[in-house]
Nanobody, 118 residues
């Protein structure tokens, strides 16, 4: 099992910034088995969608809607993945979920609310 705990959500005005963190915990075997980590979001009435994903340090992909504004990074020593969100827009409002893939299984955090006011 892998446990993921997100933090850093909140309320911010349009144009502002937030930094989300997701700390992974579990056995050493499971932590070392994590391939990808990423962030997804789900707005009310919409399906959950990919925001950004990272494999290792350098293999990264972003949703088109956040390219140039969001940056994902990973600190393997701390078993933590970050999402730096700049130039936030009201349409970025959603619950943001951390995801980790390990041994062909997906693990999810509990989610953190991000609200961007206009």
């Amino acid at each position: 099992q892998v446990r993921l705990v997100e933090s850093g959500g909140g309320l911010v005005q349009a144009g502002g910034s937030l930094r989300l963190s997701c700390a992974a915990s579990g056995s050493i075997f499971m932590i070392n088995s994590i391939d990808d980590m990423g962030w997804y979001r789900q707005a009310p009435g919409k399906q959950r969608e990919l925001v950004a994903r990272i494999r290792g340090r350098d293999s990264i992909n972003y949703a088109d809607s956040v390219k140039g504004r969001f940056t994902i990074s990973r600190d393997n020593a701390k078993n933590t993945v970050y999402l730096q969100m700049d130039s936030l827009k009201p349409e970025d409002t959603a619950v943001y979920y951390c995801n980790a893939a390990a041994l062909y299984k997906d693990y999810w955090g509990q989610g953190t609310q991000v609200t961007v006011s206009s």
